[in-house]
Protein backbone atom coordinates (compact mmCIF):
# COMPACT_ATOMS: atom_id res chain seq x y z
CA UNK A 1 0.00 0.00 0.00
CA UNK A 2 0.96 3.43 -0.85
CA UNK A 3 1.57 5.76 2.08
CA UNK A 4 0.65 9.11 1.15
CA UNK A 5 3.35 11.90 1.13
CA UNK A 6 3.23 14.56 3.44
CA UNK A 7 5.29 17.86 3.32
CA UNK A 8 7.04 20.13 6.35
CA UNK A 9 7.74 23.19 4.65
CA UNK A 10 9.67 26.13 6.49
CA UNK A 11 12.87 28.46 6.52
CA UNK A 12 13.13 27.59 9.86
CA UNK A 13 13.60 24.22 11.81
CA UNK A 14 10.08 23.18 10.79
CA UNK A 15 8.86 22.35 13.95
CA UNK A 16 5.90 23.93 14.16
CA UNK A 17 4.92 22.88 10.70
CA UNK A 18 5.71 19.32 12.14
CA UNK A 19 3.70 20.10 15.52
CA UNK A 20 0.74 21.47 13.12
CA UNK A 21 0.29 18.91 10.69
CA UNK A 22 0.86 16.07 13.30
CA UNK A 23 -2.08 16.93 15.69
CA UNK A 24 -4.22 17.33 12.34
CA UNK A 25 -3.28 13.97 10.78
CA UNK A 26 -3.43 11.90 13.80
CA UNK A 27 -7.24 12.47 13.09
CA UNK A 28 -7.36 10.27 10.38
CA UNK A 29 -5.65 6.81 11.89
CA UNK A 30 -6.89 4.70 9.23
CA UNK A 31 -4.46 6.73 6.79
CA UNK A 32 -1.12 5.65 6.20
CA UNK A 33 1.77 8.10 5.74
CA UNK A 34 5.47 8.72 4.96
CA UNK A 35 6.70 12.32 6.59
CA UNK A 36 9.58 14.70 5.07
CA UNK A 37 10.31 17.23 6.66
CA UNK A 38 12.49 20.82 4.47
CA UNK A 39 14.02 22.97 6.69
CA UNK A 40 15.49 26.46 5.90
CA UNK A 41 13.95 26.92 2.21
CA UNK A 42 15.53 30.56 2.45
CA UNK A 43 15.55 31.02 -1.27
CA UNK A 44 13.84 30.72 -4.49
CA UNK A 45 16.69 27.88 -5.29
CA UNK A 46 15.58 26.29 -2.51
CA UNK A 47 11.89 26.28 -2.79
CA UNK A 48 11.46 25.31 -5.96
CA UNK A 49 13.61 22.48 -5.36
CA UNK A 50 10.69 21.61 -2.48
CA UNK A 51 8.39 21.94 -5.51
CA UNK A 52 10.04 19.30 -7.84
CA UNK A 53 10.43 17.08 -4.59
CA UNK A 54 6.61 17.26 -4.34
CA UNK A 55 5.60 17.17 -7.69
CA UNK A 56 7.80 13.51 -7.38
CA UNK A 57 5.79 12.44 -5.09
CA UNK A 58 2.66 12.95 -6.38
CA UNK A 59 3.54 11.34 -9.47
CA UNK A 60 5.46 8.57 -8.27
CA UNK A 61 2.20 7.96 -5.80
CA UNK A 62 -1.04 9.15 -7.71
CA UNK A 63 -1.54 10.83 -4.76
CA UNK A 64 -1.94 13.99 -3.55
CA UNK A 65 1.17 15.14 -0.73
CA UNK A 66 -0.50 17.09 2.41
CA UNK A 67 1.98 20.27 2.50
CA UNK A 68 2.14 22.02 5.81
CA UNK A 69 4.05 25.29 5.41
CA UNK A 70 4.81 27.57 7.87
CA UNK A 71 7.05 30.15 5.20
CA UNK A 72 7.28 33.62 6.09
CA UNK A 73 8.17 35.50 3.12
CA UNK A 74 5.79 36.24 0.34
CA UNK A 75 7.35 35.21 -2.97
CA UNK A 76 8.43 31.91 -1.40
CA UNK A 77 5.16 31.29 -0.86
CA UNK A 78 3.73 32.19 -3.95
CA UNK A 79 6.77 29.54 -5.79
CA UNK A 80 5.28 26.53 -3.56
CA UNK A 81 1.74 27.30 -3.79
CA UNK A 82 2.42 26.15 -7.60
CA UNK A 83 3.55 22.48 -6.23
CA UNK A 84 1.15 19.87 -6.50
CA UNK A 85 -0.48 19.03 -3.32
CA UNK A 86 -3.05 20.30 -0.25
CA UNK A 87 -1.38 22.95 0.93
CA UNK A 88 -2.13 24.08 4.55
CA UNK A 89 -0.31 26.93 5.12
CA UNK A 90 -0.67 28.74 8.38
CA UNK A 91 0.36 32.42 7.25
CA UNK A 92 -2.50 32.40 4.55
CA UNK A 93 -4.95 30.73 6.93
CA UNK A 94 -4.31 33.21 9.91
CA UNK A 95 -1.81 36.46 8.98
CA UNK A 96 -5.38 38.47 7.46
CA UNK A 97 -7.31 37.99 9.94
CA UNK A 98 -4.67 38.55 12.54
CA UNK A 99 -3.35 41.87 10.53
CA UNK A 100 -7.02 43.18 10.48
CA UNK A 101 -7.17 42.83 14.32
CA UNK A 102 -4.18 44.21 14.95
CA UNK A 103 -4.54 46.97 12.52
CA UNK A 104 -0.74 46.59 11.65
CA UNK A 105 0.67 45.24 8.38
CA UNK A 106 2.79 41.67 9.01
CA UNK A 107 6.26 42.73 9.23
CA UNK A 108 7.96 39.42 6.83
CA UNK A 109 10.31 38.73 10.09
CA UNK A 110 12.52 35.47 9.09
CA UNK A 111 13.35 33.39 12.20
CA UNK A 112 10.92 35.60 14.96
CA UNK A 113 10.15 31.79 16.18
CA UNK A 114 13.67 30.60 17.06
CA UNK A 115 15.73 33.07 15.78
CA UNK A 116 18.81 34.94 17.38
CA UNK A 117 16.29 37.76 17.33
CA UNK A 118 17.10 35.98 21.07
CA UNK A 119 20.29 35.72 22.46
CA UNK A 120 18.77 35.92 25.59
CA UNK A 121 16.35 33.20 25.53
CA UNK A 122 19.39 30.99 24.10
CA UNK A 123 21.57 32.04 27.27
CA UNK A 124 18.50 31.37 29.69
CA UNK A 125 17.90 27.29 28.48
CA UNK A 126 21.39 26.90 28.07
CA UNK A 127 22.03 28.13 31.67
CA UNK A 128 19.38 25.78 32.58
CA UNK A 129 20.20 22.80 30.90
CA UNK A 130 23.76 23.47 32.77
CA UNK A 131 21.57 23.56 36.02
CA UNK A 132 19.28 20.61 35.28
CA UNK A 133 22.89 18.25 34.69
CA UNK A 134 24.78 20.03 37.74
CA UNK A 135 21.36 19.27 40.06
CA UNK A 136 20.81 15.68 38.44
CA UNK A 137 20.23 12.40 40.51
CA UNK A 138 20.41 14.11 44.18
CA UNK A 139 24.39 14.76 42.35
CA UNK A 140 27.10 17.02 42.84
CA UNK A 141 25.44 20.55 43.19
CA UNK A 142 22.40 20.82 45.35
CA UNK A 143 21.63 24.25 44.26
CA UNK A 144 17.85 24.15 45.64
CA UNK A 145 17.61 27.73 46.29
CA UNK A 146 17.89 28.81 42.82
CA UNK A 147 15.53 25.89 41.79
CA UNK A 148 12.18 26.54 40.17
CA UNK A 149 11.09 22.56 41.26
CA UNK A 150 12.94 19.37 42.39
CA UNK A 151 11.39 16.41 41.63
CA UNK A 152 11.37 13.62 43.33
CA UNK A 153 10.91 9.85 42.58
CA UNK A 154 12.34 6.55 42.70
CA UNK A 155 14.70 5.53 40.24
CA UNK A 156 13.74 5.78 36.59
CA UNK A 157 10.97 7.10 37.49
CA UNK A 158 10.90 9.81 34.26
CA UNK A 159 13.17 12.29 36.56
CA UNK A 160 15.76 12.97 34.41
CA UNK A 161 13.86 13.37 31.23
CA UNK A 162 11.64 15.74 32.55
CA UNK A 163 14.11 18.30 33.86
CA UNK A 164 15.91 18.31 31.02
CA UNK A 165 13.47 19.35 29.07
CA UNK A 166 11.44 21.45 31.43
CA UNK A 167 15.25 23.50 30.99
CA UNK A 168 15.56 23.10 27.23
CA UNK A 169 12.13 24.08 26.66
CA UNK A 170 11.21 26.34 29.09
CA UNK A 171 14.18 27.70 30.69
CA UNK A 172 12.67 26.28 34.18
CA UNK A 173 15.37 25.38 36.64
CA UNK A 174 14.65 21.63 37.59
CA UNK A 175 16.54 19.89 40.11
CA UNK A 176 16.00 16.31 40.64
CA UNK A 177 16.68 13.72 43.39
CA UNK A 178 15.90 9.92 43.99
CA UNK A 179 14.38 8.51 46.99
CA UNK A 180 16.89 6.49 48.54
CA UNK A 181 15.80 3.34 50.37
CA UNK A 182 16.85 3.95 53.49
CA UNK A 183 14.26 7.55 53.02
CA UNK A 184 11.72 5.07 51.67
CA UNK A 185 12.24 2.84 54.68
CA UNK A 186 11.86 5.75 57.49
CA UNK A 187 9.40 7.75 55.20
CA UNK A 188 11.33 10.90 56.40
CA UNK A 189 13.02 13.30 53.89
CA UNK A 190 16.24 14.36 54.42
CA UNK A 191 16.03 18.26 56.20
CA UNK A 192 17.93 19.80 52.83
CA UNK A 193 14.21 18.68 50.48
CA UNK A 194 12.05 19.67 53.84
CA UNK A 195 13.50 23.23 53.82
CA UNK A 196 12.11 23.21 49.80
CA UNK A 197 9.21 21.81 50.22
CA UNK A 198 7.64 24.34 48.41
CA UNK A 199 8.94 23.30 45.58
CA UNK A 200 8.99 19.23 45.67
CA UNK A 201 6.88 17.36 43.37
CA UNK A 202 6.32 13.61 42.60
CA UNK A 203 6.76 11.61 39.80
CA UNK A 204 5.63 8.06 40.08
CA UNK A 205 5.04 5.45 37.76
CA UNK A 206 3.17 1.98 37.48
CA UNK A 207 5.45 -1.30 39.11
CA UNK A 208 4.97 -3.28 35.26
CA UNK A 209 6.15 -0.05 33.35
CA UNK A 210 8.99 0.47 36.34
CA UNK A 211 9.96 -2.87 36.24
CA UNK A 212 10.63 -3.60 32.31
CA UNK A 213 12.49 0.17 32.34
CA UNK A 214 14.60 -1.09 35.17
CA UNK A 215 15.43 -4.70 33.69
CA UNK A 216 17.02 -3.11 30.20
CA UNK A 217 19.53 -1.25 32.61
CA UNK A 218 20.60 -4.03 35.22
CA UNK A 219 18.49 -7.34 33.90
CA UNK A 220 19.52 -9.24 36.89
CA UNK A 221 19.38 -8.44 40.53
CA UNK A 222 16.85 -6.74 43.36
CA UNK A 223 16.62 -3.26 41.20
CA UNK A 224 14.36 -4.54 38.76
CA UNK A 225 12.99 -7.13 41.18
CA UNK A 226 8.48 -6.92 41.53
CA UNK A 227 9.22 -7.09 45.29
CA UNK A 228 11.61 -4.32 45.14
CA UNK A 229 9.76 -2.10 42.94
CA UNK A 230 6.61 -2.53 44.54
CA UNK A 231 8.00 -1.33 47.89
CA UNK A 232 9.78 1.77 46.64
CA UNK A 233 6.81 3.09 44.82
CA UNK A 234 4.10 1.74 47.61
CA UNK A 235 6.67 4.28 50.28
CA UNK A 236 6.79 7.14 47.73
CA UNK A 237 3.04 7.53 47.37
CA UNK A 238 2.87 6.98 51.31
CA UNK A 239 5.85 9.90 51.59
CA UNK A 240 3.77 12.05 49.00
CA UNK A 241 0.96 11.80 50.87
CA UNK A 242 2.34 12.52 54.12
CA UNK A 243 4.34 15.24 52.92
CA UNK A 244 1.53 16.53 51.24
CA UNK A 245 3.68 16.79 47.92
CA UNK A 246 1.57 17.06 44.82
CA UNK A 247 2.60 14.19 42.16
CA UNK A 248 1.60 12.91 38.83
CA UNK A 249 1.75 9.53 37.53
CA UNK A 250 4.48 9.11 34.58
CA UNK A 251 2.91 5.49 33.04
CA UNK A 252 0.36 7.12 30.40
CA UNK A 253 2.57 10.82 29.46
CA UNK A 254 4.85 11.78 27.48
CA UNK A 255 7.51 13.84 28.73
CA UNK A 256 6.12 17.25 26.99
CA UNK A 257 2.53 16.32 28.86
CA UNK A 258 4.43 15.61 32.37
CA UNK A 259 6.34 18.63 32.17
CA UNK A 260 3.29 20.79 30.99
CA UNK A 261 1.21 18.99 34.14
CA UNK A 262 4.28 20.19 36.62
CA UNK A 263 4.23 23.66 34.91
CA UNK A 264 0.42 23.57 35.32
CA UNK A 265 0.01 21.77 39.03
CA UNK A 266 2.78 24.73 40.75
CA UNK A 267 2.19 27.83 38.89
CA UNK A 268 6.15 27.70 38.18
CA UNK A 269 7.02 30.70 35.43
CA UNK A 270 8.22 29.56 31.78
CA UNK A 271 11.55 31.67 31.98
CA UNK A 272 11.54 31.70 28.11
CA UNK A 273 8.49 30.69 25.50
CA UNK A 274 9.42 28.42 22.70
CA UNK B 1 0.39 50.70 28.07
CA UNK B 2 -1.27 47.63 28.14
CA UNK B 3 -0.15 44.16 26.78
CA UNK B 4 -2.80 42.59 24.81
CA UNK B 5 -3.66 39.22 26.24
CA UNK B 6 -2.65 36.01 24.04
CA UNK B 7 -4.04 32.66 25.01
CA UNK B 8 -2.97 29.07 23.65
CA UNK B 9 -5.55 26.68 24.30
CA UNK B 10 -5.30 22.82 23.87
CA UNK B 11 -6.33 19.76 25.04
CA UNK B 12 -3.28 18.17 25.34
CA UNK B 13 0.03 20.33 26.40
CA UNK B 14 -0.36 23.76 24.75
CA UNK B 15 3.33 22.68 22.73
CA UNK B 16 1.68 22.85 19.48
CA UNK B 17 -0.50 26.45 19.65
CA UNK B 18 2.62 27.84 21.44
CA UNK B 19 4.84 27.35 18.68
CA UNK B 20 1.80 27.84 15.92
CA UNK B 21 1.03 31.67 17.96
CA UNK B 22 4.53 32.73 18.08
CA UNK B 23 5.60 32.56 14.52
CA UNK B 24 2.53 33.93 14.01
CA UNK B 25 2.80 36.94 16.39
CA UNK B 26 6.49 37.26 16.27
CA UNK B 27 4.87 39.15 12.34
CA UNK B 28 3.93 42.16 14.07
CA UNK B 29 7.08 43.55 16.34
CA UNK B 30 5.20 46.94 17.22
CA UNK B 31 2.82 44.92 19.21
CA UNK B 32 3.19 44.50 23.24
CA UNK B 33 1.66 40.99 24.08
CA UNK B 34 1.24 38.85 27.57
CA UNK B 35 1.13 35.17 26.78
CA UNK B 36 -1.00 32.28 28.77
CA UNK B 37 -1.25 28.62 27.99
CA UNK B 38 -4.07 27.11 29.01
CA UNK B 39 -3.11 23.52 28.73
CA UNK B 40 -5.36 20.10 29.16
CA UNK B 41 -8.69 21.25 28.55
CA UNK B 42 -10.20 18.01 28.19
CA UNK B 43 -13.74 18.68 30.10
CA UNK B 44 -16.94 21.11 29.49
CA UNK B 45 -15.90 22.97 32.47
CA UNK B 46 -12.67 23.68 32.16
CA UNK B 47 -13.65 24.90 28.48
CA UNK B 48 -16.36 27.18 30.80
CA UNK B 49 -13.23 28.66 32.44
CA UNK B 50 -10.69 29.45 29.88
CA UNK B 51 -13.62 31.07 28.73
CA UNK B 52 -14.25 33.01 31.68
CA UNK B 53 -10.46 33.91 31.75
CA UNK B 54 -10.54 35.32 28.20
CA UNK B 55 -13.65 37.36 28.89
CA UNK B 56 -12.20 38.97 31.40
CA UNK B 57 -8.74 39.89 30.19
CA UNK B 58 -10.93 41.32 27.08
CA UNK B 59 -13.20 43.49 29.56
CA UNK B 60 -10.04 44.43 31.71
CA UNK B 61 -7.84 45.06 28.73
CA UNK B 62 -10.35 46.56 26.57
CA UNK B 63 -8.72 45.01 23.73
CA UNK B 64 -9.98 41.84 22.22
CA UNK B 65 -7.38 38.84 23.38
CA UNK B 66 -5.41 36.24 21.00
CA UNK B 67 -7.11 32.60 21.04
CA UNK B 68 -4.78 30.16 18.98
CA UNK B 69 -6.48 27.20 20.09
CA UNK B 70 -5.96 23.24 19.02
CA UNK B 71 -9.00 21.86 20.62
CA UNK B 72 -9.64 18.45 19.59
CA UNK B 73 -13.14 17.97 20.49
CA UNK B 74 -16.37 19.46 18.24
CA UNK B 75 -18.31 20.15 21.89
CA UNK B 76 -15.28 21.86 23.24
CA UNK B 77 -14.40 23.59 20.47
CA UNK B 78 -18.06 24.99 20.46
CA UNK B 79 -17.77 26.03 24.07
CA UNK B 80 -14.50 28.18 23.67
CA UNK B 81 -15.61 29.89 20.41
CA UNK B 82 -18.06 31.86 22.28
CA UNK B 83 -15.30 33.71 24.48
CA UNK B 84 -14.61 37.05 23.23
CA UNK B 85 -11.72 36.87 21.52
CA UNK B 86 -10.02 36.45 17.78
CA UNK B 87 -10.67 32.93 17.38
CA UNK B 88 -7.39 31.03 15.49
CA UNK B 89 -8.46 27.42 15.23
CA UNK B 90 -6.00 25.02 13.22
CA UNK B 91 -9.06 22.40 13.34
CA UNK B 92 -11.49 24.85 12.37
CA UNK B 93 -8.89 26.16 9.50
CA UNK B 94 -7.68 23.16 8.19
CA UNK B 95 -9.42 19.70 9.06
CA UNK B 96 -12.38 20.09 6.79
CA UNK B 97 -10.25 20.61 3.42
CA UNK B 98 -7.79 17.55 5.13
CA UNK B 99 -11.49 15.74 5.22
CA UNK B 100 -12.40 15.74 2.25
CA UNK B 101 -9.07 15.35 0.42
CA UNK B 102 -8.18 11.81 2.82
CA UNK B 103 -11.96 11.01 1.73
CA UNK B 104 -12.46 10.57 5.49
CA UNK B 105 -13.98 11.41 8.64
CA UNK B 106 -11.72 13.01 11.44
CA UNK B 107 -11.80 10.70 14.51
CA UNK B 108 -11.66 12.54 17.40
CA UNK B 109 -8.33 11.37 18.86
CA UNK B 110 -7.25 13.23 21.98
CA UNK B 111 -3.64 13.02 22.67
CA UNK B 112 -2.92 11.76 19.04
CA UNK B 113 0.33 13.87 18.66
CA UNK B 114 2.19 13.31 22.12
CA UNK B 115 -0.36 10.68 23.99
CA UNK B 116 0.72 7.46 25.58
CA UNK B 117 -0.18 5.68 21.91
CA UNK B 118 2.99 6.08 21.74
CA UNK B 119 5.28 4.48 24.27
CA UNK B 120 7.45 2.97 21.86
CA UNK B 121 8.28 6.90 20.54
CA UNK B 122 8.75 7.73 24.60
CA UNK B 123 10.76 4.70 24.99
CA UNK B 124 12.55 5.51 22.71
CA UNK B 125 13.40 9.30 23.56
CA UNK B 126 14.27 8.20 27.26
CA UNK B 127 16.70 5.92 25.79
CA UNK B 128 18.16 8.40 23.56
CA UNK B 129 18.72 10.71 26.96
CA UNK B 130 20.54 8.15 28.51
CA UNK B 131 22.74 7.94 25.85
CA UNK B 132 23.53 11.44 25.37
CA UNK B 133 24.43 11.61 29.39
CA UNK B 134 26.05 8.56 29.10
CA UNK B 135 28.23 10.21 26.35
CA UNK B 136 28.75 13.62 27.29
CA UNK B 137 31.50 15.42 27.33
CA UNK B 138 34.16 12.51 25.74
CA UNK B 139 33.11 11.16 28.93
CA UNK B 140 31.87 7.68 30.59
CA UNK B 141 30.65 5.85 28.03
CA UNK B 142 32.24 5.97 23.98
CA UNK B 143 29.61 4.16 22.62
CA UNK B 144 30.16 5.51 19.57
CA UNK B 145 29.22 2.70 17.43
CA UNK B 146 25.57 3.19 17.74
CA UNK B 147 25.76 6.70 18.14
CA UNK B 148 23.89 8.10 15.29
CA UNK B 149 26.17 11.59 15.27
CA UNK B 150 29.18 12.82 17.54
CA UNK B 151 29.43 16.59 18.12
CA UNK B 152 33.31 17.70 18.28
CA UNK B 153 33.93 21.08 19.25
CA UNK B 154 35.82 23.35 22.31
CA UNK B 155 34.56 23.49 25.60
CA UNK B 156 31.60 25.75 25.80
CA UNK B 157 30.46 25.56 21.90
CA UNK B 158 26.65 24.14 22.73
CA UNK B 159 27.32 20.60 22.33
CA UNK B 160 25.23 19.06 25.53
CA UNK B 161 22.38 20.99 25.20
CA UNK B 162 22.03 19.88 21.15
CA UNK B 163 22.92 16.24 21.89
CA UNK B 164 20.17 16.51 24.59
CA UNK B 165 17.73 18.32 22.38
CA UNK B 166 18.72 15.67 19.35
CA UNK B 167 17.77 13.02 21.98
CA UNK B 168 14.49 14.62 23.63
CA UNK B 169 13.03 15.75 20.76
CA UNK B 170 14.04 13.41 17.96
CA UNK B 171 15.32 10.14 19.89
CA UNK B 172 19.12 10.67 17.74
CA UNK B 173 21.69 9.13 19.81
CA UNK B 174 24.09 11.98 19.56
CA UNK B 175 27.58 12.00 21.42
CA UNK B 176 29.80 14.86 22.05
CA UNK B 177 33.63 14.83 22.75
CA UNK B 178 35.61 18.17 23.38
CA UNK B 179 38.49 18.75 21.65
CA UNK B 180 41.46 18.74 24.31
CA UNK B 181 44.34 21.32 24.11
CA UNK B 182 46.73 18.45 22.80
CA UNK B 183 44.16 17.10 20.11
CA UNK B 184 44.19 20.87 19.26
CA UNK B 185 47.88 21.50 19.24
CA UNK B 186 48.94 18.67 17.06
CA UNK B 187 45.77 19.13 14.66
CA UNK B 188 45.40 15.43 15.26
CA UNK B 189 41.87 13.39 15.96
CA UNK B 190 42.13 10.52 18.74
CA UNK B 191 41.85 7.27 16.77
CA UNK B 192 38.65 6.48 18.48
CA UNK B 193 37.34 9.61 16.85
CA UNK B 194 38.75 8.88 13.34
CA UNK B 195 37.00 5.31 12.97
CA UNK B 196 34.00 7.16 13.20
CA UNK B 197 35.06 10.10 11.31
CA UNK B 198 31.55 10.05 9.03
CA UNK B 199 29.53 10.35 12.52
CA UNK B 200 31.35 13.81 13.25
CA UNK B 201 29.81 16.73 13.05
CA UNK B 202 31.86 20.16 14.25
CA UNK B 203 30.29 23.06 16.10
CA UNK B 204 31.68 26.41 16.01
CA UNK B 205 31.23 29.26 17.86
CA UNK B 206 32.10 33.50 17.28
CA UNK B 207 35.33 34.05 19.92
CA UNK B 208 33.46 36.84 21.68
CA UNK B 209 30.54 35.04 22.11
CA UNK B 210 32.50 31.85 23.37
CA UNK B 211 34.94 33.93 25.72
CA UNK B 212 31.28 35.35 27.76
CA UNK B 213 30.06 32.13 28.07
CA UNK B 214 33.28 30.94 29.50
CA UNK B 215 33.17 33.83 31.76
CA UNK B 216 30.05 33.21 33.24
CA UNK B 217 31.40 29.75 34.59
CA UNK B 218 34.63 30.91 35.34
CA UNK B 219 35.65 34.53 35.37
CA UNK B 220 39.56 34.40 36.09
CA UNK B 221 42.16 32.39 34.54
CA UNK B 222 43.51 31.12 30.75
CA UNK B 223 39.99 29.45 30.08
CA UNK B 224 38.05 32.50 28.94
CA UNK B 225 41.31 34.46 27.49
CA UNK B 226 40.78 36.24 24.61
CA UNK B 227 44.03 34.64 23.44
CA UNK B 228 43.25 30.65 24.55
CA UNK B 229 39.55 31.60 22.86
CA UNK B 230 41.07 32.55 19.50
CA UNK B 231 43.22 29.90 19.75
CA UNK B 232 40.85 26.83 20.24
CA UNK B 233 38.95 28.08 17.94
CA UNK B 234 41.09 28.93 15.19
CA UNK B 235 42.92 25.52 15.55
CA UNK B 236 39.25 23.74 15.45
CA UNK B 237 38.38 24.74 12.26
CA UNK B 238 41.45 23.95 11.22
CA UNK B 239 41.22 20.47 12.01
CA UNK B 240 37.43 20.74 10.11
CA UNK B 241 38.66 21.18 7.21
CA UNK B 242 41.85 19.09 7.29
CA UNK B 243 39.26 16.06 8.22
CA UNK B 244 36.42 17.22 6.03
CA UNK B 245 33.93 17.30 9.06
CA UNK B 246 31.09 19.65 8.13
CA UNK B 247 30.17 21.80 10.84
CA UNK B 248 27.90 24.87 11.54
CA UNK B 249 28.48 28.12 13.76
CA UNK B 250 25.81 27.87 16.58
CA UNK B 251 26.86 31.90 16.81
CA UNK B 252 23.59 32.70 15.76
CA UNK B 253 21.32 30.08 16.05
CA UNK B 254 19.10 28.40 18.53
CA UNK B 255 19.10 25.28 20.09
CA UNK B 256 16.35 23.98 17.24
CA UNK B 257 17.50 25.67 14.91
CA UNK B 258 21.17 23.65 15.25
CA UNK B 259 19.33 20.37 15.88
CA UNK B 260 17.97 21.15 12.65
CA UNK B 261 20.98 22.00 10.86
CA UNK B 262 22.49 18.88 11.79
CA UNK B 263 19.78 16.49 10.83
CA UNK B 264 19.50 18.25 7.50
CA UNK B 265 23.09 18.26 6.78
CA UNK B 266 24.13 14.90 8.28
CA UNK B 267 20.62 13.12 6.34
CA UNK B 268 20.77 11.57 9.72
CA UNK B 269 17.06 9.79 10.48
CA UNK B 270 14.93 11.00 13.22
CA UNK B 271 13.79 8.03 14.99
CA UNK B 272 10.99 9.26 16.21
CA UNK B 273 9.06 12.77 15.20
CA UNK B 274 7.52 15.05 17.85
Redesign the interface.
Known sequence: MVK?AVFFLSD?????A???G??????????SFR?M?V??IDSEDKAREAVRTIDAASKNDAL?P?VFS?L?QPDLRTIVRDADG?H?D??D???E???S??K?Q????L??????S?ID???K???A??FA?AN?DGGVSRDYDVADVILVGVSRS?K??TC??LA??YGVYAANYPLTDEELETGTLPDFLIEQKQKLFGLTIAPLRLQQ?RK?RRPMGNYSSAQQVRFELREAAKMFRRYGIPHVDT???????I???IL?STGVERRV??
Request: glycine share 8%.
Open positions: RQTGVTEALHSLITQFPGQETPFKLTVLLIFAFLPLSELQPTVTGGAHGMDAYMRIETNLDGTPLYLQIETEFSIEESSRDRP
